[in-house]
């Protein structure tokens, strides 16, 4: 069974970092594609970033340059390294990973940016 723990989350001020975890049992994150989304009130989810089984990331325009995705195959684990947070990063956050027969999605959890 697919289970992914997110962690990491907390209360940050502007132009902080934060480095929210996604652990992974069930799967091998280093043979799937893991996706970051989160989900400000008010508003949909939107994707953030992604991590391919080959090591290629991409990102939302909004968080480009300033966040990072990588993995940690040893721990089965995706990180998402956010570093100059902003008011708008407020949300809550998710990993998401896409197997043949449905997706997977941790519970959250949640950042937010206030000073």
């Known amino acids: 069974q697919v289970q992914l723990v997110e962690s990491g989350g907390g209360l940050v001020q502007p132009g902080g970092s934060l480095r929210l975890s996604c652990a992974a049992s069930?799967?091998?994150?280093?043979?799937?594609?893991i996706r970051w989304w989160r989900e400000a009130p008010g508003r949909e989810r939107e994707w953030v970033a992604t991590?391919?089984?080959?090591?290629?990331?991409g990102y939302a325009d909004s968080v480009r340059d300033r966040f990072t995705i990588f993995r940690d195959n040893a721990n089965n684990t995706v990180y998402l390294q956010m570093d100059g947070l902003k008011h708008e990063d407020t949300a809550n956050y998710y990993c998401?990973?896409?197997?043949?027969?449905?997706?997977?999605w941790g519970q959250g959890t949640r950042v937010t940016v206030s000073s």
């Open positions: 998401k990973v896409t197997t043949p027969s449905r997706d997977y």
């Open positions: 069930g799967i091998v994150v280093s043979n799937t594609v």
């Open positions: 991590v391919t089984s080959s090591g290629s990331t």
